[in-house]
């Protein structure tokens, strides 16, 4: 029982010292812990029997059962915040660091997406156009075989874990919805396995969607977070390979579609990302520096989950609530600090958009050019529908970036019944 403490009280060092490091918690805890521990070893050294002493007596006044289910509770307590603690060790080992991809290593990442996916394409709508008053082009994410960019990065980093991780079988994600459909085809085409972790009363048409791709989906907790903590320690649990929804190797799969739009469109002015996690618009800015454009890039997030738009403006990480209710993929409470730190280098804004801001563009994409958009993947051409009068005579890029949203959803959407 003194092992299984002490192992708990490193990782919950391991886990303040991240938290530290991003500038979550103070340092007076972990001077407590680390207190703690040196207390824990010495009495480890001192008395190492006196445990199993107290288990003995305790055993002559109850059954066995307590004493023997208590070391493995506590075993279990101890894997999980250690798994926990890596999981937030890996977030932030590129904080601050991390090197957008180069031209060659965009290319080369180009070569694996495209053993299993074409170019999406990119185009210019005219009732687009002329709604906005200028030249927009659109890329289209929401052809891709699972209707979103996500299958991009998915394929990328699968790819460099199978060649760098001998023995690798599975991998595990969490997810709403586009981040697991990608792993899931990801894993398929690897021939890897794959469980992804889903919150309770997830949507049924997107858990349709991964179970298709023979996935094992797991529901568990009741928002992103408790669904996160709980992929970690199956990860761990059954030593596969953890896929976060932030990663170098995602940003090179995301800069894929960035540099086929950059190439196949006319030189653009300013183009719109909406900002998840970070993964896509960090593709675009790792594109847009290795073709060494001017091109303006301007960061979109639902103005009821902020998180990003006021870290950009504060300069720091801001927490903020996740409230909105048709962009799931825009819904980030606390955003990547290896993200934050590209965005602050290489954007020049961040747009706030409503959720019936966002609902109008997703109702124009389909008036307008007949595809779907999911409500993260209309906020760009929400931001530009507001930003039009300032922005007349540019030529501007619009990143649809997915088409994965609920029928119901859609409907009302379509009616003009959303929000009502």
Not at 102 to 113: G, K
Not at 190 to 196: P, W
Request: aromatic share 6%; proline share 4%.
């Amino acid at each position: 029982m003194v092992q299984i403490r002490r192992d708990l009280l490193q990782a919950k060092i391991v886990v303040l010292m991240a938290m530290r490091a991003a500038h979550c918690v103070e340092v007076l805890p972990l001077l407590f812990l680390l207190g703690e521990l040196r207390l824990v070893t010495a009495d480890r050294h001192r008395a190492p029997n006196q445990g199993s002493k107290h288990c003995e007596l305790e055993t002559q006044k109850v059954s066995r059962a307590p004493c023997d289910a208590a070391p493995r509770e506590a075993s279990r307590a101890a894997s999980h915040v250690l798994n926990l603690a890596a999981g937030l060790v890996r977030q932030l080992r590129y904080a601050g660091n991390m090197i957008l991809p180069t031209l060659d290593q965009i290319e080369d990442a180009q070569a694996i997406v495209y053993r299993s996916m074409p170019p999406t394409p990119q185009y210019s709508w005219p009732l687009i156009n002329q709604r906005l008053g200028l030249e927009a082009w659109v890329k289209h994410e929401n052809h891709t075989p699972v209707g979103a960019f996500k299958l991009r990065g998915a394929l990328v980093y699968l790819e460099w874990l199978k060649r760098t991780e001998s023995g690798l079988v599975g991998v595990v994600a969490a997810t709403r919805g586009n981040h697991g459909q990608g792993v899931g085809m990801a894993a398929k085409l690897l021939g890897l396995k794959a469980a992804i972790v889903v919150p309770k009363g997830n949507s049924i048409e997107k858990n349709l969607a991964m179970r298709a791709l023979e996935v094992e989906l797991i529901e568990f907790g009741y928002d992103f977070q408790e669904s996160l903590v709980y992929a970690r320690t199956l990860a761990g649990n059954r030593d596969w390979a953890m896929i976060d929804s932030f990663h170098q190797r995602l940003v090179m799969g995301t800069s894929t579609y960035a540099l086929e739009f950059f190439r196949g469109a006319p030189k653009l002015d300013a183009i719109y990302v909406p900002i998840g996690l970070g993964s896509s618009i960090c593709g675009v800015a790792a594109v847009r520096n290795a073709l060494d454009l001017n091109t303006e890039i301007v960061g979109v997030v639902a103005s009821q989950s902020p998180s990003y738009a006021l870290s950009f403006r504060q300069k720091t990480i801001v927490e903020a609530p996740a409230g909105t209710a048709i962009a799931d993929g825009l819904a980030c409470r606390t955003p990547h600090p290896t993200a934050m730190d590209v965005i602050w280098k290489n954007v020049s804004r961040v747009v706030e958009v409503s959720d019936v801001e966002i609902a109008e563009a997703m109702r124009a994409y389909y008036q307008d050019t007949h595809n779907v958009a999911e409500g993260a993947a209309a906020a760009p051409l929400a931001a530009a529908m507001r930003e039009s009068s300032a922005m007349q005579g540019k030529r501007i890029g619009l990143v649809l970036t997915g088409s994965n949203v609920d029928s119901g959803v859609l409907a009302r959407v379509l009616t003009g019944s959303f929000g009502q």
